[in-house]
């Protein structure tokens, strides 16, 4: 199991939102609103981890709030967070989340060039083989600001995990609906680069003064779509 802690800014719990191995808290402090989620993604099927989180993309994606995700992503992003052979399943799906929702990895941000793990574990019980990771994590959305963000070491006789800690600033801004952002990445490929070109030829054909708003209206909702 999972646990997340949220102290400070006086906040109230609105609705829970209770998914597959993930729990949404609608949060608010009378001002603003706040997705937490509260994840544990699939360990031993880990063939399953890649549309856990394209599922999981589709969900968030309806919301308008700004979330914060946070929990045992069971798959790292970055081959310096793992000592040991491990599976890559997810890797990608969960780096679409990340890149679409806007999101930022709390502890690579304070700690750029640090190595350290939250998962110490024994993967072969013959020769005693251990596995580590930093597979526990916190993501915020880009515009926060992290006053601090850190991992606590103290060992328990209950968990191999240790856990993750982050003091964070103006998180709560609501995006608007529906919540989507458009993934960069995709203005690297020529063929989506050609496309739009053209939904941005054919928009300007026959524009007027009358005609801007509704034409970028439609616009934009057909650059959504494609996407």
């Not at 808290?25 to 031993?44: E, F, M, Q, W």
């Not at 709030?65 to 890559?88: C, P, S, T, Y």
Request: charged share 25%; net charge negative; proline share 2%.
């Amino acid at each position: 199991g999972l646990m997340t802690i949220c102290l400070g800014g006086d906040w109230d719990l609105i609705k829970t939102i209770k998914g597959n191995r993930y729990i949404i808290c609608k949060i608010t402090n009378g001002r603003d609103r706040l997705n937490l989620v509260n994840l544990h993604a699939p360990s031993y099927f880990h063939q399953l981890r890649g549309k856990y989180y394209s599922d999981l993309t589709e969900v968030l994606l309806l919301e308008e709030d700004n979330v914060i995700v946070a929990g045992d992503f069971n798959v790292v992003l970055e081959d310096r967070d793992k000592d040991g052979n491990q599976k890559h399943s997810g890797k990608e799906e969960l780096q679409s989340l990340v890149d679409i929702l806007g999101l930022k990895d709390a502890y690579r941000v304070k700690h750029p060039d640090d190595i350290d793990f939250t998962l110490s574990t024994v993967v072969h019980a013959v020769d005693g083989r251990i596995v580590r990771s930093r597979a526990d994590r916190i993501y915020v959305p880009d515009e926060a600001f992290i006053h601090k963000a850190f991992h606590i070491h103290h060992t328990s006789r209950w968990t191999d995990h240790s856990a993750v800690s982050a003091n964070l600033f103006g998180v709560a801004r609501t995006k608007g609906s529906p919540h989507w952002k458009l993934n960069e990445g995709f203005l690297e490929d020529p063929e989506y680069q050609e496309y739009i070109e053209g939904l941005i030829w054919a928009s300007n054909q026959g524009l007027d003064s009358s005609s801007v708003r509704l034409k970028w209206e439609g616009l934009v909702e057909n650059i959504r779509n494609f996407s």
